[in-house]
């Protein structure tokens, strides 16, 4: 079920409100032409138990592959991250043709007794002077029992330049 959508345009951040979604066992988020305002970035996901008035800056984990249209693959993680990281054979680009598009997967979000966590799959283009590929494939968690209430993207350095997103609830 669509639940909203909209578009993010010069901001630091992307921050969604779940609070009205409570009834859905999971959320599924669309990113679709998602542009940083400065090239060579990454994605990062934080969440938020208090309605998206503070957002957590540590107690994270994550896993990812990635593979490059040079079918050269990578995986990157870490055990103690201030964010989720989506990160890519090579950072993402802020050209038209560039950025990224993924759809990202939070289950079972209202549980408090349980890590929040999140899956994703996305395709990005890179920076690089021959433009990149790659294709991302992970996850992470926060590593803390809570009601995961609202949702934070955004780019390691500069603004969002321009992308639209989805959310759908599942039932």
């Not at 560039?98 to 999140?118: H, K, V």
């Amino acid at each position: 079920f669509l639940l909203t959508s909209g578009s993010a345009s010069a901001a630091a951040t992307l921050d969604i409100d779940l609070r009205p979604y409570v009834a859905y066992r999971g959320l599924v988020f669309i990113l679709s032409g998602f542009l940083p305002a400065t090239d060579g970035v990454d994605l990062y996901i934080r969440f938020s138990s208090d309605g998206g008035t503070t957002f957590d800056a540590s107690g994270y984990n994550y896993a990812l592959l990635n593979i490059s249209d040079a079918g050269v693959s990578a995986a990157a993680g870490s055990g103690s991250a201030a964010q989720i990281a989506v990160l890519g054979a090579a950072s993402f680009g802020s050209a038209a043709t560039e950025g990224l598009n993924g759809e990202f997967t939070l289950l079972n979000q209202t549980s408090a007794t349980a890590w929040s966590r999140i899956t994703f799959n996305a395709y990005g283009i890179s920076s690089a002077a021959t433009p990149v590929g790659f294709y991302l494939i992970g996850g992470g968690a926060r590593e803390a029992a809570q009601d995961t209430d609202a949702i934070r993207f955004l780019f390691s350095s500069g603004n969002i330049a321009s992308g639209t997103y989805a959310v759908y609830g599942l039932a």
